[in-house]
């Protein structure tokens, strides 16, 4: 796959090279990229070619066209692989970025914590440490998540420093390691009641994770919840 | 996991009953569900119990609430395996449902397609053969999709009846077994653009689905370009 490019037609070679100038930082987030006359004269293609091209940026999701203003970089997207567990901090590492967390809440609950997920029900016993966290990655929000994590395995979580990555907690603190993890991705909007976490002054489309993790067979470690904002965050998976 | 009910709280005993009676057909779409006052008579429980009750049959996705009307069944949700390799036929009969396809445009294009898939530049060469569908269960419209074929491995396949499963006449005229498909899941609206197909009155959200199909190493058979409603979908992943 990797020689594909050399079959490419013209449009997609302009357009590589526009996405690699974004990719590597020289066009940054808000900046405005070549317009369809600056392309023509630059690369000596037709208007069609031209505009083709710019089409194939906005479809990848790079670009933003502002009405009589021209087209404008996007804060890039993060591909998620969907079938390996990874935390939040480490996806934003391998991507390049800087995560970072806030701590929106943390409570000890008496009472067990049950959701459906795949048409099964699972369910955490109590007690149960609930989290409420924002992720952030170069200072901007992510992800919103509430996660419910098992006491009886992690006594005395609820003190922990919740800005770490939980799997780091898990790990060098419990000797737990997450042996797999059911998720279920579903569609949803970031809106009113959660808009302002996001700095977002308008609703956008996000993906909405449900799932349940295990350290060892049928074992529940934890529970989670929750919300990617759909404009930076895509989740890859392969089929067999 | 399967005895995890009878550890489960009793809003949540009532809400599985609830669910089992939509789930079973006893409670239609469109059907009203018992109230906060006639769960607390009919299973005798605090006011508390029942409004959590409700609460988790919405979270669920199971009932919508309607303002000064109260709590109704929504159209059931589908999931599907986001790593196996399963036609969207399949898929339905597997739900129990009867899959339909409204064919709404097949070309031959003489142009290479590429697309951009989990980072990576993915690209069939031409000449292929452009499909779009409307998908449908027991007649509601599922999903929406472009696929592009590629007619060296497929020569003629424009001629074929797409109303049929593209899996089926791959593997039965061509016999052409898809080996893997990555795909990227992300989120999108279903808006003023292509609300119509899907016979909604407002914007909703949606996944959207870009796959890569091939049959046998580095061939690539199809690509793929899919919009799924939320309210009706949503995607199974494990990892390990």
Do not use: W
């Amino acid at each position: 796959m990797d020689n594909g490019t050399q079959y490419a037609p013209k449009y997609f070679m302009i357009a590589r090279e526009i996405i690699g100038g974004i990719k590597d930082g020289r066009l940054k987030p808000g900046m405005k990229v070549p317009s369809e006359n600056e392309i023509i004269s630059r690369y000596k293609v037709s208007n069609t070619t031209a505009r083709k091209c710019l089409q194939s940026i906005e479809d990848q999701g790079y670009i933003k066209k502002i009405k009589g203003k021209g087209a404008f970089v996007r804060e890039g997207s993060i591909v998620r692989p969907a079938t390996r567990i990874l935390s939040f901090t480490r996806n934003m590492l391998e991507a390049g970025l800087k995560p970072s967390t806030k701590v929106l809440d943390v409570r000890v609950l008496a009472e067990n914590y049950s959701a459906e997920i795949g048409g099964r029900l699972y369910t955490l016993r109590a007690p149960v440490c609930k989290i409420h966290r924002l992720r952030l990655a170069d200072d901007i929000p992510m992800m919103l998540e509430v996660r419910h994590i098992s006491l009886s395995l992690c006594p005395g979580i609820e003190k922990e420093d919740f800005t770490q990555s939980l799997y780091d907690i898990y790990e060098k603190r419990y000797r737990h390691r997450l042996s797999n993890v059911y998720q279920e991705l579903g569609a949803t909007m970031i809106d009113s009641g959660i808009q302002d976490f996001f700095d977002l002054s308008e609703p956008i489309p996000a993906l909405l994770v449900n799932g349940v993790s295990f350290c060892g067979r049928e074992v529940i470690l934890e529970m989670e919840k929750s919300i990617y904002r759909g404009d930076k965050y895509r989740f890859l998976v392969g089929a067999t």
